[in-house]
Nanobody, 125 residues
Framework: QMQLVQSGGGLVQAGGSLRISCAASGRTFSRNSMAWFRQAPGKEREFVAF????????YYADSMKGRFTISRDKAKNTLYLQMNSLKPEDTAVYFCAAASRTGVPYRATGSYDYWGQGTQVTVSS
């Protein structure tokens, strides 16, 4: 099993920045890639960003390109999401996720085996 523990988040004004983190422990050797998703009230969980753990290749949802940056610190086994130019519509609970299999459809929640507990991000107007 792998455990993912998230930290960071909170309340920020529109145009501000936040960074959230996701620390992995346990069977981290089984991880091939990680991602961030988010879920707003009454909406489905949506893809935010993806990164391959080994090479660091990144992919983003169109609405996050240029504003959000996904990164990882291999030594710390930690995933990050730097969020800049935040908008009220970015308000959601953000989740990190880890996939053991390779070549997964990275935008699909079903591709991931492990999930963090979720972190609230609230952007005020």
């Amino acid at each position: 099993q792998m455990q993912l523990v998230q930290s960071g988040g909170g309340l920020v004004q529109a145009g501000g920045s936040l960074r959230i983190s996701c620390a992995a422990s346990g069977r981290t050797f089984s991880r091939n890639s990680m991602a961030w998703f988010r879920q707003a009230p009454g909406k489905e969980r949506e893809f935010v960003a993806f990164i391959t753990w080994s090479l660091g290749s990144q992919y983003y949802a169109d609405s996050m390109k240029g504003r959000f940056t996904i990164s990882r610190d291999k030594a710390k086994n930690t995933l990050y999401l730097q969020m800049n130019s935040l908008k009220p519509e970015d308000t959601a609970v953000y989740f990190c996720a880890a996939a053991s299999r390779t070549g997964v459809p990275y935008r699909a929640t079903g591709s991931y085996d492990y999930w963090g507990q979720g972190t609230q991000v609230t952007v005020s107007s």
